[in-house]
């Protein structure tokens, strides 16, 4: 049943990030103007011909800021993610396999690192660094990384115990070749699963920080600078922040749905 | 007859748990000889398992831990080997063959990949050349039409094919020892039967000494020349496999014996003779190894102790009682 309806949901899921990476990717040949072309002969237009999105107090199109934002928002939350998904799964697995005092070791870090609520974390990671893409994407990466430390370890623990484990080392597999071919293939589905939603949350974050004016510095644009800059004309020029924020909205759907459909699909209760 | 290909000395093993070191593994010594074959009995717990996977030194540390012995192959002392020398001896010299054939394969890995496993890591073959020996040891383990079964996954194939297939897996390397822990226990009893036949057909064609875990008597006589009966972590008779069912010395054999016939005589034989069993159960259970009684350890069970006598106050020692017969028992062969 369930996997019934995870389908159509992964489906529209992937549907919306097509859609957000097709306009990072062909942004360039879909954009009507350059993203930081002044004119301010046009200066906050409504939507309308020629320009889908209106444009802002520089008479720069909001649909070309809109389309190049997708690429540096996701550019930053992929790789922060990244970040988030080696370090992660790296000392999640070492942790659930190893056990000992590097279990505790780790595990320590993750409750230290889990205390502090993830915006709060990150902006203090990214202020601290100072404002720009390079801090944005740690703060991103190291907050990220103890959640699928946590599902990974756990993963790996029940798993630690299966016969199969003891049946690859009495055939005198080492420690890292058990870890590479016969733990982590095991854990791929919910590692998947929680990188896939992992996405939509990294989105949010960034866009979050760039609000606060931690992430990209102007000229450039990404989603979250867009409805920060576009808040002071927010009753004469509404479009400034309406559009960026549907695509913000529109992306991290697309990667919740992606990821809740994957969970239904890959559950293994489900499996034949 | 030169020395012996397996050689255990005296090995001990203990769980270490919130109520203190449980001995699961106490003085355990035999020997297995090219091409020979023992059987371990015992109940569950009797510490037989424990005593197949320390010698692997596959006994899971925490809680177990092996505090003594040796374990002699081809006279290299294994319990003395660093880590990496261990993983080239597992597999390649000793290969284990799981009770439970459905979680002993990986679920996520094609039954030819872990077949393969095996030979990359042990015989350096690259993995385009893997093909013919994982075909052969398939052939070799009674799979039949082996190439149809290379891409299949474990979930899709009947319980004795994925045993088939462990055995296909521990065979790949020829190795020189089988250690086979309740090899049949978890199928069925046609399939068992046939099972059986296999681990015969190996030990004598491939010359493999094997080392049988069971709880089974009736499987003990088919497949090896020895039998070692384990009771509280200690070994507590062993003798050759026809001595040992014409006289077995200890209480305890005794009666593991008259349990087996038992069940072979069934309920109905059972009725007929007024509703009383003409055979005997052992009464009792295993003794708490975290409180043992202070002489023999079967003594609470045992209708020939007595009250109070030198059984409960002294341990016995293996002491023999025949031709390569020996038992831990103050009164061997004593009752009917």
Avoid at chain 2, 138 to 163: C, F, I, K, N
Wanted: charged letters at 20%.
């Amino acid at each position: 049943m369930a996997r019934a309806a995870g389908l159509p949901m992964a489906v529209a899921g992937a549907l919306l990030l097509t859609l957000v990476a097709l306009a990072a990717v062909a942004g360039p040949w879909l954009a009507p103007a350059h993203p930081d072309e002044l004119s301010l002969a046009e200066s906050l237009r409504p939507p309308g011909p020629g320009h889908p999105f209106g444009t802002d107090y520089f008479g720069r199109d909001v649909f070309s800021r809109v389309l190049y934002g997708a690429r540096v928002s996701l550019a930053i939350s992929l790789s922060a993610q990244l970040i988030a998904l080696v370090v992660g799964v790296a000392l999640g697995a070492a942790a659930g396999y190893f056990g000992g005092w590097v279990d505790g070791a780790v595990m320590r870090l993750v409750d230290v690192v889990m205390a502090f609520p993830d915006l709060l974390l990150a902006i203090g990671i990214a202020a601290s660094l100072g404002p720009g893409v390079p801090s944005v994407l740690l703060a991103l990466g190291l907050v990220g990384w103890p959640g699928l430390c946590r599902l990974v370890r756990g993963e790996v623990l029940a798993l630690k115990e299966r016969d199969f484990i003891d049946a690859a080392r009495a055939i005198g597999a080492g420690d890292l070749w058990i870890l590479r071919r016969h733990v982590l293939p095991n854990v791929a589905a919910p590692i998947l699963i929680a990188t896939t939603l992992g996405v939509g949350s990294r989105i949010l974050q960034e866009a979050s920080l760039s609000f606060l004016g931690l992430g990209v510095q102007p000229p450039a644009a990404s989603w979250g600078s867009m409805v920060h800059h576009g808040l002071r004309w927010l009753s004469r020029a509404p479009w400034l922040v309406i559009f960026p924020g549907l695509a913000i909205a529109v992306a991290v759907l697309g990667s919740n749905l992606l990821g809740d459909g994957l969970r239904d699909i890959l559950d293994p209760r489900l499996r034949d | 007859m030169g020395s012996p290909l397996l050689e255990v000395l005296d090995l001990r093993a203990e769980f270490r748990t919130s109520r203190g070191r449980l001995p699961v593994v106490d003085g355990v010594s035999f020997t297995l000889d090219t091409g020979g074959g023992l059987a371990i009995v015992g109940e569950s717990g009797s510490g037989k398992t424990a005593t197949a996977l320390s010698l692997m030194r596959l006994l899971p540390d925490p809680p177990g831990r092996i505090t003594g012995g040796r374990v002699l192959l081809r006279g290299r002392d294994l319990l003395a080997l660093p880590e990496e020398a261990l993983t080239a001896v597992r597999g390649r010299e000793l290969a284990m063959v799981f009770q439970e054939p459905a979680t002993a394969l990986n679920p996520v890995m094609s039954v030819g990949e872990q077949i393969a496993e095996a030979v990359v890591q042990h015989r350096g073959v690259a993995r385009r050349r893997v093909r013919p020996l994982v075909l052969e040891s398939l052939d070799q383990a009674g799979v039949p039409e082996p190439e149809t079964y290379l891409g299949s996954y474990p979930h899709q194939l009947s319980g004795g094919l994925r045993q088939r297939v462990m055995i296909a897996i521990a065979l790949a390397c020829g190795p020189s020892v089988l250690i086979a822990d309740e090899p049949t226990t978890a199928l069925d009893v046609t399939v068992q039967d046939r099972l059986l036949d296999l681990l015969a057909y190996l030990r004598h064609h491939l010359g493999l000494a094997l080392l049988l875990i069971t709880h089974d008597l009736g499987v003990v006589a088919r497949l090896v020349d020895r039998v070692a009966v384990m009771y509280a972590g200690q070994i507590v008779e062993t003798a050759p496999v026809a001595v040992f069912f014409r006289g077995p010395a200890h209480p305890y054999s005794r009666g593991l014996l008259q349990a087996a016939r038992l069940e072979a005589v069934g309920p109905e034989s059972r009725a007929r003779r007024g509703g009383r069993p003409r055979l005997e159960v052992i009464g009792g259970s295993v003794p708490d190894l975290a409180d043992l009684p202070p002489g023999c350890r079967f003594a609470p069970r045992c209708r020939w102790a007595g009250g109070g006598g030198p059984c409960w106050r002294e341990v016995p020692g293996l002491r023999e009682v025949g031709p390569g017969h020996l038992a831990r028992c103050r009164r061997p062969g004593v009752g009917p």
